[in-house]
């Protein structure tokens, strides 16, 4: 079983994105329960105390940062639950950057554009280093340099980077590092850019890198 594991957001679209990507997994054959990390319930400790069979925790991050890092494992050893595995996040894998692509060119990028990669945001450096491979990747596919700017925490922020690239191209496209729509995405609308894509949601890729990451954590842990 999957305990799929998702930041939580307000925007009641959030919720149904997550569940329509567990709903894709279920469809390959893995069982799937869903948790929040903050915000929503409910939370990692809850869905692990009401389950008993070994499980394989997959935090839904597209960088590791504090939650990936502190939060989600705090939140399994409070469960007690004595046959979990915890997954890789998310991070800059190449199904996710084939969805990011794809969603800007839905939203009617343009050779010659400019691209900023617009990002959640960290404290800490380690998921920034995960946002920028992110933009590397998305480059050597545009073949086009993409600037990164962050929805909130760290800096420049989606609008001074929108602001920035402009100065040097007459249109400028946003590609969404985010996973489904809330607080961060609005402002990522609001940025000023020519065009703007949607959070990678529920494209194809992201359900295929869930089952992919399932696949790998049950692989190291017949291993070990």
């Known amino acids: 079983m999957i305990v799929l594991v998702a930041h939580g957001t307000r925007d009641p679209a959030g919720p149904v994105v997550i569940e329509e990507l567990a709903q894709r997994v279920r469809s390959a054959g893995v069982r799937v329960r869903i948790a929040y990390a903050d915000v929503r319930d ?16 997959l935090p839904a991050f597209l960088a590791a940062g504090y939650h990936v890092r502190t939060d989600i494992p705090a939140q399994i050893e409070a469960s007690g639950h004595r046959a979990v595995t915890l ?3 998310f991070g800059p894998a190449p199904e996710l950057v084939r969805a990011m692509r794809d969603r800007l060119l839905a939203a009617g990028y343009r050779p010659g554009d400019g ?12 998921a920034l280093v995960d946002v920028h491979d992110a933009a590397y ?18 800096s420049p922020s989606v609008a001074d980077a929108v602001a920035e690239v402009r100065a040097r191209h007459s249109r400028v496209a946003v590609a969404s590092w985010l996973l489904a729509p809330g607080l961060f995405q609005q402002r990522v609308r609001d940025c000023g850019a020519d065009a703007i894509a949607e959070p990678l949601g529920t494209h194809p890729g ?13 692989t190291r842990l017949a291993a070990a």
């Open 87 to 89: 997954a890789d996040s």
């Open 206 to 218: 992201v359900a295929d890198l869930i089952v992919r990451r399932y696949v790998e954590a049950r």
């Open 137 to 154: 990747a998305l480059s050597t596919r545009l073949g086009a340099a993409v600037r990164v700017g962050y929805a909130a925490t760290a």
């Open 42 to 57: 409910p939370d990692v400790t809850t869905v692990l105390r009401s389950v008993a069979e070994p499980v394989v925790v």
């Open 115 to 126: 691209v900023v990669l617009a990002a959640a945001g960290s404290s800490d450096r380690r």
